[in-house]
């Protein structure tokens, strides 16, 4: 699914076999009749958010808060990657090279009919591919669920100063014991040569209460019976193979694990980036 898209999941059909788990969730989200009061409490699900329509209005304005709490993962940072530098290569005539050209040669250029093809560096604007795992258990608080997120921002923020170019996918991978399976739901949050906006990112993937409202209503959505619960988080490398089996999902450059604390996620950024530094990145594929 596209990010424009994610808050069109609550309006989505439910299967027979998940409506009393879309009841409840109705009724804990406020939307509608009673709340469970033996269920979580209503911040569980919303966090600080008073209520759907809060949720709704933070994604139509951005989150500046969340965005600027996930740029200090930035921080020392944006100067430590080099600008990326393409491979090209540049055709020179002359009186001896590597293929000899008779048409020059007959059209008279006696001192260039051969040809080299010598390498030249050249700035260019590399895509770098990244998948965010996205979400967690129920354990979690807002607060750890805010970090992976921020990471995958934070990330993006530094690549794109350098000079990068970068799409973000988040990604939500499930474990339904029940049903013997996993489940990922991928979520394009940014498109490569799209203007990154922190505060409308944040607003998606920094947010426990985007997480725990809309992807919960595409889980009830989904054809497959959902337990009370609705499964376990797992970890997202399990998911994206068989995501980019599917065509749900382009081989991605990087990938952030969970990251639930300041430290983990600025662990993630700073592997992240070393990991990139020791790759070839000038043979990544460039911006069109």
Not at 65 to 77: C, I, N, R, V, Y
Not at 84 to 110: A, Q, S, T, V
Not at 170 to 194: F, P, T, W
Request: glycine share 6%.
């Amino acid at each position: 699914m596209d990010v424009h898209e994610i808050v069109d999941l609550m309006d989505l059909d439910t299967p027979d076999f998940n409506l009393h788990e879309r009841t409840r969730l109705d009724a804990n989200w406020g939307v509608s009749g009673t709340r469970d009061q033996h269920g979580p409490p209503k911040s569980f699900y919303l966090g600080k958010l008073k209520s759907m329509k809060s949720l709704e209005k933070m994604h139509r304005k951005g989150w500046a808060h969340g965005a600027e709490k996930a740029m200090t993962l930035a921080d020392g940072l944006l100067e430590s990657v080099a600008q990326p530098k393409g491979i090209r290569r540049k055709i020179r005539w002359g009186d001896d090279g590597d293929e000899f050209d008779k048409e020059r040669l007959l059209d008279g250029h006696l001192d260039s009919c051969w040809r080299t093809s010598a390498r030249q560096y050249a700035v260019a604007t590399p895509i770098i591919n990244i998948a965010v795992a996205w979400g967690g258990n129920a354990n979690l608080s807002h607060e750890q669920l805010f970090w992976s997120g921020a990471s995958a921002l934070a990330l993006c923020r530094v690549l794109e100063n350098a000079g990068y170019q970068t799409s973000l996918t988040a990604i939500c991978a499930n474990d339904i014991h029940s049903e013997d399976m996993h489940i990922a739901l991928c979520c394009r949050v940014k498109q490569a040569g799209e203007y990154l906006r922190p505060d409308a990112v944040a607003s998606i993937i920094c947010q426990g209460a985007t997480f725990r409202t809309y992807l919960f209503a595409a889980y009830v959505a989904s054809p497959f019976r959902m337990p009370t619960g609705l499964g376990h988080n797992c970890r997202v490398d399990r998911v994206i193979p068989a995501a980019i089996e599917s065509g749900v999902l382009e081989a991605p450059q990087v990938i952030l694990p969970d990251a639930y604390t300041e430290h983990d996620a600025r662990a993630s950024v700073e592997a992240a980036l070393q990991e990139l530094a020791a790759a070839n990145l000038a043979a990544l594929p460039e911006l069109r």
